[in-house]
Nanobody
């Protein structure tokens, strides 16, 4: 089994910054895909940023140039650096990891518990 623990959310003013972390532990052979999603009240969950094991990244248009996703493969951790935050970034942020628990395993999806990010003055 795999456990994900998120941290780093909070309340900041517009223009501020936050850094989210998501650490995976348990039975892990490899993690290919790591991503951050968010869900605002009354809206569907949306992809914010994703990163492959090789370091390829993808971002939602709304966060390009402001957010940076990165990963530490040795620590099985994914980060989301969020700068120039706007009120519309307010949401619950979830990490999503594609984890193979042993060699030859078909990867399974795991989700973090969610962390609240609120941007308000």
């Amino acid at each position: 089994q795999v456990q994900l623990v998120e941290s780093g959310g909070g309340l900041v003013q517009p223009g501020g910054f936050l850094r989210l972390s998501c650490a995976a532990s348990g039975s892990i052979f490899s993690i290919n895909y790591m991503a951050w999603y968010r869900q605002a009240p009354g809206k569907e969950r949306e992809l914010v940023a994703a990163i492959t094991r090789g370091g390829g990244t993808d971002y939602a248009d709304s966060v390009k140039g402001r957010f940076t996703i990165s990963r530490d493969n040795a620590k099985n951790t994914v980060y989301l650096q969020m700068n120039s935050l706007k009120p519309e970034d307010t949401a619950v942020y979830y990490c999503n990891l594609e984890v193979a628990e042993y060699q030859g395993d078909y990867p399974n999806d795991y989700w973090g518990q969610g962390t609240q990010v609120t941007i308000s003055s």
